[in-house]
């Protein structure tokens, strides 16, 4: 199986920070990644598809990037929404892996 | 605009069994594939299983096979996940997703599964 490695596991922030969240797989995924966003008992949402294609409706401030084992999501300027656990999720594989998620606290 | 409402979780002792389910609306159901991902209190998320959009694919991770069974009805816009053999680290919230291209791109509520005698 693939798997997936985020740091930081924590990350304390404050409103108007510019925020990077790290992805690692374990094996070359193309750009077969997704972050999503999730509040506490809520479904995740969908952020980023692609490695960086924006999904429909998400706030221009979060972007991806990254290819082949490396990825991130950054913020660039975070809002007092954003604060929430991230989880970046592969699909390269038929079967998915996320990461142990990012929980972005407020500093 | 796209619903998936869950039901069918609850309180089940090890060993038991539990059926959810997963209604779909807005969308042609039956042109998607769906998953099952679940999340333990307090912890990350795990993908189950998967099922493509006539059921001729069909994937579970390694700790649910032989136990777990995905199934869909097209014709009633309904996903399924029939649970035997259920054990205490089955306890978890479990989420239904639509999937496009590896992409779960909307998910169902929720719903609770606690294994305990």
């Known amino acids: 199986d693939i798997q997936m490695t985020q740091s930081p596991s924590t990350l304390s922030a404050s409103v108007g920070d510019r925020v990077t969240i790290t992805c690692r797989a374990s094996?070359?995924?193309?750009?077969?990644l997704a972050w999503y966003q999730q509040k506490p008992g809520k479904a995740p949402k969908l952020l980023i598809y692609?490695?960086?294609s924006l999904e429909s409706g998400v706030p221009s401030r979060f972007s991806g990037s990254g290819s082949g084992t490396e990825f991130t999501l950054t913020i660039s300027s975070l809002q007092p929404d954003d604060f929430a656990t991230y989880y970046c999720?592969?699909?390269?594989?038929?079967?998915?892996?996320f990461g142990q998620g990012t929980k972005l606290e407020i500093k | 605009e796209v619903h998936l409402v869950q039901s069918g979780g609850g309180l089940v002792k090890p060993g038991g069994s539990l059926r959810l389910s997963c209604a779909a609306s807005?969308?042609?159901?039956?042109?998607?594939?769906l998953n099952w991902v679940r999340q333990t209190p307090g912890k990350g998320l795990e993908w189950v299983s998967f099922?493509?959009?006539?059921?001729?694919?069909?994937y579970y991770t390694d700790s649910v096979k032989g136990r777990f069974t995905i199934s869909r009805d097209n014709s009633k816009n309904s996903l399924y996940l029939q649970m035997n053999s259920l054990r205490g680290e089955d306890t978890a919230v479990y989420y239904c997703?639509?999937?496009?291209?590896?992409?779960?791109?909307?998910w169902g509520q929720g719903t609770l599964v606690i294994v305990s005698s």
């Open positions: 997703a639509r999937d496009w291209n590896g992409v779960l791109d909307h």
């Open positions: 807005g969308f042609t159901f039956s042109t998607y594939s």
């Open positions: 099922i493509s959009s006539s059921s001729s694919s069909i």
């Open positions: 094996q070359g995924i193309s750009d077969w």
């Open positions: 692609k490695a960086s």
């Open positions: 999720q592969q699909s390269d594989s038929y079967l998915y892996t």
